[in-house]
């Protein structure tokens, strides 16, 4: 089914309210995960609330908190999330960095105990929109382990992601390189899962280790792994992020002994932020990142109708097209937000209803 933005932010704020987020907090969730469906990225949109909420029900999630301060040496801000909504710890740990970034240049943050910071792009465009550049390493413990170690043959750590942003020029939106170290983000499994396809090759092994295109192999035990992107070099950044923002959070790793035997997902994240204009003068960045752009968009596409692209426009042109016409719901996807709601107390015709 195809549903109108604005309504779907309207079923994610009914069913979080219903659940027990007050303040600004259901339209913070609803917003972020609805602008992962515009920006294309299904697996971390609307389909992550069943999740949030039998999490929230299950007291794994903290509904109604805030990011505390463990640490403050200046340009150094260590964080806690306290497990509260990564939407709202996310946004107010950016905050506190832009502020530290605007008055020193530079912010290196660490969060730890953040539920699922969900998709990173946004924290970025965040430190963006302040005419910041970020760079973030992210970690998750609490649930099983999904990707194998390249050379590795079972799961070990998660999908850490990483994230890069550029700010806008004058001719130019952001450049915002936001992705998951294994082949494919977990959620993608999930959505293949729902919608009874095969995963692409190369991207998931059985439990034998073997190479398998079944997304069940990460649902039915006995497990299989997801494989980390590029080999050796995705395996690679996938471990400094895990180290980087498990370490210097006090969040910690990825292990048997921070394994948990339910479905919670704390995020660790080590942000850099800083100001581009106390390094160059800010024409001269704007004129450098706009011939950058224009240089490599000029190579000759391999493919006429697969024209050279800079990270972030496949997400600009998936917002433009679900905008207009509406975000792609699979079956599965619906029938377990109904099944959210009801659990919350809502009916499912209501929610129905404020789709239509
Ligand atoms: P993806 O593979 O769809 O895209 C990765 C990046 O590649 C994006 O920046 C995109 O703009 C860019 N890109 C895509 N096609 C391109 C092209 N032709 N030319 C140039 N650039 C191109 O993303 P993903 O790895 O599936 O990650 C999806 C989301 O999942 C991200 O937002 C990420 O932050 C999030 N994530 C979150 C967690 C978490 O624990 N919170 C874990 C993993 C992933």
Request: aromatic residues 4%; negative net charge; proline residues 6%.
């Amino acid at each position: 089914m195809l549903i109108q933005h604005d309504k779907l932010r309207a079923v994610v704020r009914a069913i979080c309210t219903a659940a027990g987020s007050t303040g600004d907090e259901p339209a913070l969730v609803a917003d972020n995960l609805v602008y992962a469906n515009l920006t294309g990225h299904d697996s971390h949109g609307v389909g992550m609330l069943p999740r949030y909420i039998s999490c929230a029900r299950a007291g794994q999630l903290a509904m109604n908190q805030h990011v505390k301060v463990v640490k403050d040496e200046g340009t150094i801000l260590v964080l806690d999330g306290q497990t509260g909504y990564g939407q709202v710890i996310g946004g107010e740990a950016m905050a506190l960095g832009i502020e530290r970034a605007r008055e020193h240049g530079v912010c290196v943050l660490s969060l730890r105990n953040s539920f699922h910071l969900c998709r990173i792009g946004a924290w970025a465009e965040q430190a963006a929109a302040a005419g910041m550049i970020s760079m973030h390493y992210v970690n998750v413990i609490g649930h099983k382990p999904l990707v194998a170690p390249f050379r590795g043959g079972d799961a070990r750590y998660a999908t850490n992601p990483y994230t890069c942003i550029l700010p806008a020029t004058d001719n130019n939106p952001t450049t915002l390189l936001d992705m998951a170290t294994s082949v494919v983000a977990m959620g993608k499994v999930r959505v293949a899962k729902n919608k009874g396809e095969q995963m692409q090759e190369g991207a998931l092994i059985d439990a034998d280790g073997q190479p398998t295109t079944d997304p069940n192999v990460m649902y039915t035990p006995p497990f299989g792994a997801a494989l980390p992107f590029g080999e050796h070099k995705g395996y690679g950044m996938a471990l400094m992020a895990e180290m980087l923002a498990g370490v210097l959070s006090g969040g910690q790793t990825m292990r048997a002994e921070t394994q948990r035997k339910d479905d919670t997902i704390l995020n660790g994240m080590l942000a850099i932020i800083f100001d581009p204009r106390r390094m160059v003068d800010e024409d001269f960045y704007k004129s450098e990142v706009d011939a950058t752009i224009a240089h490599v968009k000029a190579s000759p596409p391999q493919n006429p109708d697969e024209p050279v692209l800079v990270p972030g426009d496949p997400e600009r042109a998936t917002k433009a097209e679900r905008e207009a016409n509406g975000v792609p719901v699979d079956d599965a996807t619906w029938e377990e937000i109904l099944s959210a709601a009801e659990s919350v107390g809502l009916s499912r015709s209501d929610v129905a209803g404020m789709s239509a």
